[in-house]
């Protein structure tokens, strides 16, 4: 089937109080993988994509992986362009049929962040792919995006909603106290933030830097009205982990079968991808629309 909207999933999330998973991909082996565990359990899905895994692929195989994947499963599945600083990415996945980008301005002074939203805004409603806008830096490097200085530029609250009102952005990524990666001290999360922002505005509002934190503070965004969560971080730890356990075990063997190191690799996503479903709750969500 088609990409689905992936506004339209985070607003039925919204509505019935779970968030969607919004997974990194990095292959198509992730792609199926991924897919599958959400099948699985009849969970929407979003896939998402670095800049730089679009660079490495091209646009057309990921959005081709993504799409046969997605035309085997009878759940909806978003593709996602996840932070993206550079316009030519965005005009690229645009181009090549991807449900939605984040347009990454957390680089540029407010006015031109305000200003250059707007335009993607444009450009991305003309081919019907929603926008994702985040202006404030969300700390962690991302596959080469972002920065790990720790001082947030914060604007305040009523800002940040008018500016997503302006420029038409369909979800937004303010900071929420997450980093992306591994934490190294426990993190202040700002959950009443997004009980402040939520109930200023319908716009879904994302949580980034999903891996590591626990059970109770995912329950405590969703509670405050999250509606989708990214995971990047422990589904590319699952994936290596099972190569480096494969290829260990293929030294001590001598068996060196590459099929089997997929299938383990692809064991390793699909129970990590599931794990995050269930603390999400979005297993069994017949509602959300196909
Ligand atoms: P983690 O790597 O911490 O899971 O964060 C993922 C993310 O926010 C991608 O945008």
Known sequence: MAFASTRELCLAARTDGYAVPAVNIVDGLSIASAVKAADSVGSPIILQTSVKTVQYFGAAVLASAAQAAADAASVPVALHLDHCPQRAVITEAI????????????????????????????????????VESEIENIVGVEDGVGSDDPNVHFYADDELVRVATETGTDLMAPALGTAHGLYKASPVLLVDRVARLTALTDIPVVLHGGTGLSAEEFQAFIDAGVSKINISTAVKLAYMHASRDHLAEAERTGKWEPVKLFDQIGAAVEQAVLQHIELFGSARRSAVPA
């Open 95 to 130: 181009a090549h049929g991807w449900s939605s980008v984040l347009f990454d301005a957390s680089d540029r002074d407010f006015a031109t962040a305000v200003a250059e939203t707007g335009e993607v805004v444009a450009e991305a409603h003309a081919a019907g792919v929603d």
